[in-house]
């Protein structure tokens, strides 16, 4: 595979919806045990946070040299204000990020000792948003869409993405002919009827297909079982250090090996995965050499602490190092896949 253009990234308008979250990390050092319970106690030695589910998508592409543009929903005190300044800061328009009262922002605060996570505090809801809101954002989505390349769907579970409106967002996507790349979430993938590639995990895809990949046969049943009864045209299965898989339309699979790295830190893995995947499939490149590029991009975040992001001369320097991940067409061994660190990416 040649290498990946980046120049052909620049400007190129992907539409993310999905769930903003704030990611925010406390780090300190761990000398001792609480002599009130058996914890470690953390000698907090700074703060920082980050954009955080579809923000950490926004992100990923605005690194990547691309125009993004986003929708999605916060709430309307200081920590959606937070997410909207964070917007700005990457010259993002948040003017389609609705503050909806009463709704918290979803916050993911992690306790790092180190490099060690020793703790995550989630403050969210996963409760519908209200109607209003949804009217509002769906007056907002036609004129975004027909300006985009790709739509992007990052579910988090929120409450955001709801049958009704996923259903529009692919209409008018199908209306505008432009392809759909979905993040997913939950068991029941035909929500997302006609989009053109789905990303889970291993074990999300084994939860949506109703049985326990462990070999690869397992993983083809799976695959075929969700392509079926979902109504998507594509599937990329991530298996963490066991690389990736990808049932394209056509019939055939794509087999991605990932580089052998040290791990630090799964956060936000699978919205780089997506974010590569959208971009250089927007970007023309075909979707089995998207992948291998997603794949690159994936072991280069998950080397860093927290929740990352991957540039562009990181992605070439990745994809290089690795002589571009070899693809293997169709090519399968029957045998128990081996257990492998961090099979799939928890979202």
Known sequence: ?????????????????????????????????????????????????????????????????????????????????????????????????????????????????????????????????????????????????????????????????????????????????IPVFVDPKGRDYSRYHGATLLTPNLKEAGQAAGIDITTRPDLQTAAARILESSGVKNLLITRGAGGMSLFAADGKVHTIHADARQVFDVSGAGDTVISVLCLCAAAGMPLERAAVAANAAAGVVVGKVGTATVTAEELEEALSRSGAAEILDGEWNAGVLAPLPGNGIPK
């Open 1 to 177: 595979m040649n290498a990946v253009d980046i120049r052909r990234f620049r400007g190129c308008r992907i539409l993310v919806i999905g769930d903003l979250m704030l990611d925010e990390y406390t780090r300190g050092r761990v000398d001792r045990i609480s002599p009130e319970a058996p914890v470690p106690v953390v000698a907090v030695s700074g703060e920082t946070d980050t954009l955080g589910g579809a923000g950490n998508v926004v992100n990923n592409l605005s690194v990547l040299g691309a125009a993004p543009m986003v929708m999605g929903v916060v709430g309307d005190g200081r920590f959606g204000r937070r997410i909207r300044e964070k917007l700005a800061g990457i010259g993002v328009d948040a003017n389609a990020v609705i503050s909806e009262s009463g709704r918290p922002t979803t916050r993911k605060t992690r306790i790092l000792a180190g490099s060690q996570q020793v703790l995550r505090i989630d403050r969210e809801t996963s409760g519908p948003v209200r109607p209003e809101t949804l009217r509002r954002l769906k007056s907002l989505l036609d004129e975004r869409i027909t300006t985009a390349r790709a739509v992007l769907i990052s579910d988090y579970g929120k409450g955001l993405l709801s049958r009704d409106f996923l259903r529009c967002i692919l209409t008018s996507a199908e209306r505008a002919g």
